[in-house]
């Protein structure tokens, strides 16, 4: 049968006209340079040559409108295993690329780029491609891996996946919201492999609720091995194993696909599927096993700092009959919907100390009971013997009871926020909660306050009583004013500490004591700040020693709770994997202290000024990671930083020899709309600005400065005023030797014969040209951070810097 012409024409047509960059699903699973996935309702993605997996754009359950750039499994339903972006979700429209120098890009309908791989890349792609283990992977010309997702998995391992000493998992946030939950798997440095709940703003772990007991010393683990045939194990030192797999569990690879994932709920499972049920089957993932067993007994059970449990706080966790917790609210209480395993609140108003009269407050709330339920931390009283009845009136007469739990003759009151929530047959306790009564206020309505109409009452009796009614009043009041007077001070005490906390909320609180304790009475100093002395210590976390350092602030002037506020308040809500680490804080009295993470391989001063000089490439890799570093800083925070004090000694090396920036406390906050700010003159001598001296505004560009002068350090391995020369020396002020040597053409004499920088004179004469940039005196004419991460890693031209010498030398701080 002969097919219209007209036909023929449109066929021929639509193909000629098809965009050429557009992926389709049958690719053989390679992702070529240039080509693009879009996120639309057609599902465009790339399979793996089996067909067992898809990357790109999956719709978001329950939402057909967003869409996550994703890995699963395209023969099972929404089974996801990766996900990029950190979990957030993508509008129709958004566009995924692949280049060779960046990798992957992700951008929004708009073009404004929201995730990439360019900082992760170990060399330069050839094209990306899904293998048949599930490893969407950016291979090399020599076909290495450039970037590939199974070495930043998610919340989800696969078999042949290997997770590495200081590796994560990390549970999303609910069944739909992909963003980082509550949970996390992490192989520690030690080989200890451990369950953790956290703090979600901040990362902070609590203690470990699962650990497998794999740091000894003298064999320690060095990875979690997930082998091609279904089988988990950590692979110790020696070469020995410890299973996580029941023997007797396992399943064949050959029949069955299979994953491990840590749930929302915390539990991590191993699950397998038959490789012969169609995808509209109706077959489900069967479970291998999980652990803990029992997670609402399990999480939280040795916390012993502020972790809620399984569930939020002031919920109640019980387990299903798939042997998973479930989170209940308690009645009159609710949860967010969209977060099932998140916190409890009251839909009434608990009661207050202070707002109700003690004899009224008894008829405005009411005792329900739960029973088998248990909160069984924080307790703040306990009654022994009592009686039911009087256990509950005891809560009801007490304004700041909430609940108590009678069990025998003993009675244990409780108070807002409650942890660790659980019901249980075999608990044997009664939970009396303090909840609205029904018939007084409804559930949601704020109880009327009466105190106002109390007051026009007493002063009504005042001027209308008789003469001793009167007086009886007057004294009243007169010892009540005094009473008031009295109290202020401790309310003011108080109120200080409700701002402090919620101002630090984000942050982990340590006392003095624990502080001291951790760092054997301050005894191991390992540097100072700008404003104290830095000491190492060793904090312990679910059995788990972490060492950190303590930066106790030592000087005892006014300024002191200036820098310490803006330093917790700039470390606190950052997070990038070229700044250190911001643990917490110890405010008492006069005290104040910070916790960091501690880095084991000292300063970049250290590494630069030493006997050895680092290798070309280890320099490349510390000027680009504290360029990234300072770009997070002044343009990707929620709030702007100026860090001040830009220098070596500033930065620190971690274990794998990364840039990681450090001391905040002189760091200046900028609102978004504020692009200039007047200070005090911040900063080291050597390395700072010329517009500090000249009274004028400082912006973001005085970091730019700072670094500018660092990068010639790192260059040429020497410090920017070097005592060893002379002064009349032209080598002793390296900013002005660098400008001769560049403007001359001496770049061997300015790396003073380093043959590893001059075997690669073009990324080494970028990098001079970039600093000398920087070090511009205008500065509307130095580069930004931006510009300068891009031209270091080789995205953008460096434009030769002008012919005069428009530098100034500050080094009279």
Known sequence: ?????????????????????????????????????????????????????????????????????????????????????????????????????????????????????????????????????????????????????FDHPTDTLLPTQVLELQGEVDSRMSEANFTKGRFALR????????????????????????????????NPGEELVYSESGDMYILRNNGSRFDLIQPDKLRSSK?????????????????????????????????????????????????????????????????????????????????DPNDIIGSCEPDFKPDACGQFEEDGAKSEYMMTPLLNTDWPFADYARLDPSSEEECKNSCLNDCSCSVVIFGGSSCWKKKLPLSNGRQDDTLGKTAWLKVTNNSFTPPGKVPPVSVKYKSNAAITGLLGGSVCVNFILLTAIIALGFFFMRSRKQFKVCEHQKRFNFEYGTAHSFTYSMLESATNGFREEIGSGSFGVVYKGTITVGGNVTPVAVKKLDRTFMTVDKEFTAEVNAIGLTHHKNLVRFIGYCKEADKRLLVYEYMSNGTVADYLFGELRPSWQSRINIAQGIARGLLYLHEECTTQIIHCDIKPQNILVDDYYNARI???????????????????????????????????????????????????????????????????????????????????????????????????????????????????????????MKQVTQMLEGLAEVPSPPSSTSFSVTVQV
């Not at 520690?188 to 010393?217: H, Q």
């Not at 939280?300 to 998973?324: F, P």
């Open 1 to 149: 049968m002969a097919w219209p012409l007209s036909f023929v024409l449109i066929f021929y047509l639509t193909i000629i006209l098809l965009p050429s960059s557009l992926v389709s699903s049958q690719n053989g699973g390679k992702f070529s340079i240039g080509q693009t996935l879009l996120a639309n309702s057609k599902n465009t993605f790339i399979l793996s040559p089996s067909g067992d997996f898809a990357f790109g754009f999956h719709h978001v359950p329950n939402n057909t409108n967003l869409f996550l750039l994703s890995i699963w499994y395209a023969k099972i339903p929404d089974t996801i295993v990766w996900y990029a972006n950190d979990g957030n979700p993508v509008a129709q429209g958004s566009k995924l690329t692949i280049t060779a120098n960046e990798g992957l890009v992700l951008s929004d309908p708009h073009g404004t780029r929201l995730w990439n791989t360019t900082n992760d890349l170990t060399g330069a792609v050839s094209y990306g491609f899904m293998n048949d283990t599930g490893n969407f992977a950016l291979v090399t010309s020599n076909n290495g891996a450039a970037w590939q997702t």
């Open 187 to 218: 192989l520690l440095s030690d080989g200890n492999l451990v369950l953790n709940t956290r703090d979600i703003a901040t990362g902070f772990a609590y203690a470990a609720y699962y650990a497998s007991g794999t740091n000894d010393a003298a």
């Open 255 to 335: 029949d069955y696909y299979q994953r491990a994932t840590l749930n929302f709920d915390g539990v991590l499972t191993w699950y397998y599927y038959p490789r012969t049920s169609k995808v509209d089957s109706g077959a489900g993932w069967s479970e291998i096993q999980h652990f803990p067993d029992n997670a609402c007994i399990s999480i939280g059970t040795n916390v012993g700092d502020s972790d809620s449990g399984a569930c939020g706080y002031n919920s109640i966790c019980s387990i299903g009959d798939d042997q998973k917790p479930v989170c209940q609210c308690p009645p009159y209480y609710s949860v």
């Open 662 to 784: 450090s001391d905040f406390g002189l760091a200046k906050l900028l609102h978004l709309n504020q692009s200039q700010t007047n200070t005090a003159i911040r900063g080291t001598k050597g390395y700072v600005a010329p517009e500090w001296f000249k009274n004028k505004p400082v912006s973001v560009k005085v970091d730019v400065y700072s670094f500018g002068v660092m990068l010639l350090e790192i260059v040429c391995c020497r410090k920017n005023v070097c005592m060893e020369f002379s002064t009349s020396d032209e080598r002793a002020i390296l900013t002005d030797w660098a400008f001769d040597c560049f403007q001359s053409g001496m770049l061997d004499a300015l790396v003073n014969g380093d043959m590893e920088a001059l075997n690669d004179v073009a990324q080494l004469e970028r990098f001079v040209k970039v600093a000398l940039w920087c070090i511009q005196e205008d500065p509307n004419l130095r580069l930004t």
